[in-house]
Protein backbone atom coordinates (compact mmCIF):
# COMPACT_ATOMS: atom_id res chain seq x y z
CA UNK A 1 0.00 0.00 0.00
CA UNK A 2 0.83 3.35 -0.24
CA UNK A 3 1.86 5.94 2.55
CA UNK A 4 1.92 9.79 1.77
CA UNK A 5 3.10 11.95 5.00
CA UNK A 6 3.25 15.92 3.87
CA UNK A 7 5.74 18.79 5.46
CA UNK A 8 6.41 22.17 5.51
CA UNK A 9 3.20 23.59 6.62
CA UNK A 10 2.99 26.56 9.34
CA UNK A 11 1.97 29.77 10.08
CA UNK A 12 2.91 32.55 7.30
CA UNK A 13 2.24 36.42 6.71
CA UNK A 14 0.27 37.68 3.41
CA UNK A 15 3.07 37.44 0.59
CA UNK A 16 5.33 35.03 2.04
CA UNK A 17 5.88 31.62 0.40
CA UNK A 18 6.16 28.28 1.81
CA UNK A 19 7.35 25.06 -0.23
CA UNK A 20 4.89 21.56 0.84
CA UNK A 21 6.51 18.15 0.58
CA UNK A 22 4.76 14.78 0.16
CA UNK A 23 6.79 11.43 0.53
CA UNK A 24 5.23 8.82 -0.52
CA UNK A 25 6.78 5.33 0.74
CA UNK A 26 5.34 1.43 0.72
CA UNK A 27 5.91 1.89 -3.18
CA UNK A 28 6.80 3.58 -5.88
CA UNK A 29 4.25 6.36 -7.39
CA UNK A 30 6.02 6.79 -10.57
CA UNK A 31 3.80 5.89 -13.00
CA UNK A 32 1.17 7.53 -10.89
CA UNK A 33 -0.98 11.25 -10.87
CA UNK A 34 0.18 13.05 -7.69
CA UNK A 35 -1.80 16.16 -6.70
CA UNK A 36 -2.69 18.78 -3.39
CA UNK A 37 -5.88 19.84 -1.99
CA UNK A 38 -6.99 21.83 0.82
CA UNK A 39 -9.73 21.99 2.84
CA UNK A 40 -10.64 24.83 5.29
CA UNK A 41 -12.82 24.92 7.92
CA UNK A 42 -16.21 24.47 7.48
CA UNK A 43 -15.35 24.07 3.79
CA UNK A 44 -15.12 21.48 1.24
CA UNK A 45 -11.83 19.77 0.31
CA UNK A 46 -10.80 21.79 -3.17
CA UNK A 47 -8.53 20.63 -5.79
CA UNK A 48 -5.15 22.87 -6.17
CA UNK A 49 -2.85 21.34 -8.24
CA UNK A 50 -1.93 18.29 -10.18
CA UNK A 51 0.62 16.62 -12.27
CA UNK A 52 1.04 13.76 -14.34
CA UNK A 53 3.11 10.86 -13.89
CA UNK A 54 5.75 12.17 -15.74
CA UNK A 55 5.63 15.66 -15.13
CA UNK A 56 4.42 16.45 -18.91
CA UNK A 57 1.02 17.94 -17.64
CA UNK A 58 -0.13 19.82 -15.14
CA UNK A 59 -3.44 21.52 -13.47
CA UNK A 60 -3.83 24.47 -11.06
CA UNK A 61 -7.39 25.67 -9.34
CA UNK A 62 -7.75 29.56 -10.76
CA UNK A 63 -7.39 30.65 -7.04
CA UNK A 64 -4.08 29.41 -7.31
CA UNK A 65 -2.50 29.57 -11.20
CA UNK A 66 0.23 32.02 -10.99
CA UNK A 67 1.14 31.52 -7.81
CA UNK A 68 1.70 28.16 -7.10
CA UNK A 69 3.57 25.55 -8.96
CA UNK A 70 3.55 21.58 -8.65
CA UNK A 71 6.82 19.24 -9.13
CA UNK A 72 7.58 15.93 -8.34
CA UNK A 73 11.29 13.98 -7.78
CA UNK A 74 10.15 10.24 -8.89
CA UNK A 75 13.75 9.04 -7.69
CA UNK A 76 13.05 10.40 -4.28
CA UNK A 77 8.97 9.63 -4.72
CA UNK A 78 8.05 12.81 -3.72
CA UNK A 79 5.58 15.53 -4.92
CA UNK A 80 6.25 19.36 -4.27
CA UNK A 81 3.74 22.60 -3.90
CA UNK A 82 6.04 26.16 -4.11
CA UNK A 83 3.11 28.32 -2.63
CA UNK A 84 4.02 32.00 -3.78
CA UNK A 85 2.71 35.43 -2.93
CA UNK A 86 0.11 33.90 -0.28
CA UNK A 87 -2.99 35.22 0.67
CA UNK A 88 -5.40 34.46 3.98
CA UNK A 89 -7.37 32.90 1.67
CA UNK A 90 -5.14 30.07 0.85
CA UNK A 91 -5.35 28.88 4.82
CA UNK A 92 -6.46 26.12 4.99
CA UNK A 93 -5.29 21.48 5.68
CA UNK A 94 -3.25 20.81 2.94
CA UNK A 95 -3.25 17.12 1.34
CA UNK A 96 -1.05 15.22 -0.65
CA UNK A 97 -2.65 12.61 -3.02
CA UNK A 98 -1.70 9.66 -5.50
CA UNK A 99 -3.93 8.71 -8.39
CA UNK A 100 -3.17 5.11 -9.80
CA UNK A 101 -4.14 6.81 -13.00
CA UNK A 102 -1.49 8.46 -15.29
CA UNK A 103 -3.11 11.93 -14.61
CA UNK A 104 -5.88 12.90 -12.39
CA UNK A 105 -7.77 16.32 -11.52
CA UNK A 106 -10.87 15.35 -9.29
CA UNK A 107 -10.45 14.26 -5.89
CA UNK A 108 -12.11 11.01 -7.19
CA UNK A 109 -9.91 9.59 -8.77
CA UNK A 110 -7.31 9.72 -6.27
CA UNK A 111 -6.96 6.54 -4.49
CA UNK A 112 -4.67 7.41 -1.70
CA UNK A 113 -4.06 10.66 0.92
CA UNK A 114 -1.62 12.09 3.50
CA UNK A 115 -3.19 13.22 6.78
CA UNK A 116 -2.45 17.10 5.56
CA UNK A 117 -0.13 19.98 6.89
CA UNK A 118 -1.81 22.75 7.75
CA UNK A 119 -1.02 25.94 6.33
CA UNK A 120 -2.24 29.35 8.10
CA UNK A 121 -1.64 32.78 6.79
CA UNK A 122 -2.27 35.80 8.66
CA UNK A 123 -2.53 39.64 6.83
Known amino acids: QVQLMESGGGLVQTGDSLRLSCAASGRTVSSYAMGWFRQAPGKERDFVAS????????YYADSVKGRFTISRDNAKNTVYLQMNSLKPEDTAVYYC????????????????WGQGTQVTVSS
Open 51 to 58: ISWNSAYT
Open 97 to 112: AVSRLRLATLAREYDY
